[in-house]
């Protein structure tokens, strides 16, 4: 992992955690919607199911990634949401180094929702022809904060509506700010 000061005064970076199906892509998506240009989105099952191809443990490869990856984004200009499951005994330590580093605004972000909502969810996704709901029991866990983080919690009476305004505002920009450039 990387240390020292990454990005800028101006620059944003957004983490969110939580298990398979949550709604992390979702909100990261219509983050992106929101802000259609200067956004580097940085997906843990992209990077990790889809680039490098490695099984998730403590000191997989995708954890220097993830950091490199963020902090290339930043350091270029560009604002950052990096969101996946990042259990914290393997992501925790780097997430929390790269939140100290980062020179900006930083808002982190953890869904927990019971099982049952969360296989809910699961069962709306493409990925479940693809992921059995006994694999995504198996990775729950209901509850998985970082300290370091200071997260802010999503339940299941947050709607996804509910949590890109909470996510727009927390970082200083409305819905329709710089949709055009």
Partial sequence: MTSGVTGSESSRLIIIRGNSG??????????RVARPR???IIGHDVLRREILHVRDHPGALSVPYIDLSARFALDNGLD?????????ESYGEMLAQLRKDHAGLTRCYCYELDL?????????KALAAEVSE??????????D????????????TVSAADALQQVLADVGWSKALDIGS
């Fill in 80 to 88: 950052v949401v990096i969101e996946g499951i990042l259990h914290s």
């Fill in 116 to 124: 049952d909502e969360t296989l809910e969810r699961h069962r709306t």
């Fill in 38 to 40: 200067g956004v580097a």
């Fill in 22 to 31: 949550s709604g992390k892509s979702h909100l990261a998506q219509a983050i």
């Fill in 145 to 156: 904060r970082v300290a370091a983080l200071d997260e802010s919690v999503f339940d299941a």
């Fill in 134 to 143: 006994a694999d995504v029991a198996s990775w729950y866990r209901s509850a």
